[in-house]
């Protein structure tokens, strides 16, 4: 594992992940809302995006966390060796989304941009969530694994096994 894509819905439990994989493995975390946002919670220029996108994605190893654009996710997907799906049930989401909203309140979530609302991300998140249903399908699923062919491919449904997942790497860690 040397480049490891970790992608889905808002309040997946992403970041954190993607830290405990950072962590075992020694590969270094970038999270997309770090480059997709200024520090005012404006997104940057599409352009700006996709150069430093393009950057991150031409190092020799990473873990990229989050979605970004259609264009940039199937760039990620094309250059990882490693894909990651978290894909839990939506009342989850939709909990974990309102859940660091109110732990905000007492400490700033991982990887959240400096400067943006996290007011306002959670109603993005949440108006997301309503849209992800006609996005996350299994078509996209089915696209995912065609274009992953060569790549090792986890795809997560549960707490259960995302709990699981995250023990194993600290537990055993990854030669990269």
Known sequence: MKKIVVFGKPGGGKSTLSRELSTATGLS?????????????????????SKKH???????????????TLETFWLRVGAADT???????????????????????????????????????TLAGWKMLGFSPRFWTPALFEEIQRRGQDKTIYRITSVRELNSFTKNFRRHGVRT
């Open 83 to 121: 894909l990651i799906y978290v894909d839990l049930p939506y009342l989850v989401h939709y909990w974990w989304v309102t859940k660091r909203l109110l732990k905000s309140l007492f400490v700033k979530p991982f990887g959240w941009p400096a400067g943006s609302s996290i007011l306002k991300g």
């Open 54 to 68: 393009a950057e991150l994605v031409n190092n020799d190893s990473w873990i990229i966390e989050g979605f970004g």
């Open 29 to 49: 975390l970038w999270a997309l809302d770090a480059i997709l946002y200024k520090k005012n919670g404006e997104r940057v220029p599409s352009d700006e995006y």
